[in-house]
C-alpha cells in the first residue's frame, strides 16, 4: 500500500499517509461499503434502513404523485 500512496502522490492525487489502510475485500469508501473480491457496492445497514423508510411514504396505496 506505500507504493501505491507514493505512486498517488506523484501522480497528484491527495493521499492522506496516516488515514491510509491495506487492501481488505471490504472497504467503506464515500459511504459505500465496496467489495473487491464480489465486486460489490452496498449500503451500511443503518443508511439502508434510513433509505428504505425515505421510500416507503412513496408506497401507500391510491397515492397519486404528478
Known amino acids: ?15 492522506n499517509k496516516e ?12 459511504g459505500f461499503i465496496w467489495n473487491g473480491v464480489q465486486k460489490t457496492v452496498r449500503l451500511s445497514p443503518g443508511k439502508l434502513q434510513t433509505r ?10 391510491g397515492n397519486k404523485y404528478y
Open 52 to 61: 428504505i423508510n425515505q421510500i416507503k411514504g412513496f408506497q401507500i396505496s
Open 19 to 30: 488515514k491510509y489502510s491495506n487492501f481488505q475485500p471490504e472497504q467503506n469508501f464515500i
Open 1 to 15: 500500500m506505500i507504493m501505491v500512496v507514493s505512486r498517488c502522490k506523484k501522480l497528484g492525487v491527495k493521499t
